[in-house]
């Protein structure tokens, strides 16, 4: 079966870094695109990743509100997804969500991981 695994959250001052992890298992990485998704204090999930990569020909997207703060990417030996994330701001404060497709698009996600916490301070 496969499985998602987000990891990395945490607490983090205005302008400091963390690195999220997403550990698929039950799948090749080659297979499918992968996306992060957010979810604000408050708010629904995001209907749009802020971030998502086609593993197999590297085409990643970013949304314009992280665009040069945060950098994706896949290593196929750990069967990871990694969302490097700096220059933290308090409303990238959110419940981070890792998800699969198997299409080539950030379309019609079929599997979702557990949420990992980001919290910014000001």
């Known amino acids: 079966d496969v499985q998602l695994q987000a990891s990395g959250g945490g607490l983090v001052q205005a302008g400091g870094s963390l690195r999220l992890s997403c550990t698929a298992s039950?799948?090749?990485?080659?297979?499918?695109?992968f996306g992060w998704f957010r979810r604000a204090p408050g708010k629904e999930r995001e209907g749009v990743p802020a971030?998502?990569?086609?593993?197999?020909?590297?085409?990643?997207r970013y949304q314009d509100s992280v665009k040069g703060r945060f950098t994706i990417s896949s290593d196929k030996a750990k069967n990871t997804i990694y969302l490097q994330m700096n220059s933290l701001k308090p409303e990238d404060s959110a419940e981070y969500y890792c998800?699969?497709?198997?299409?080539?698009?950030?379309?019609?996600?079929?599997?979702w991981g557990k949420g990992t916490q980001v919290t910014v301070s000001s």
């Open positions: 998800a699969a497709s198997r299409g080539y698009g950030c379309y019609n996600w079929d599997y």
């Open positions: 039950g799948l090749r990485l080659d297979d499918y695109t």
């Open positions: 971030t998502c990569i086609s593993v197999e020909d590297q085409n990643i």
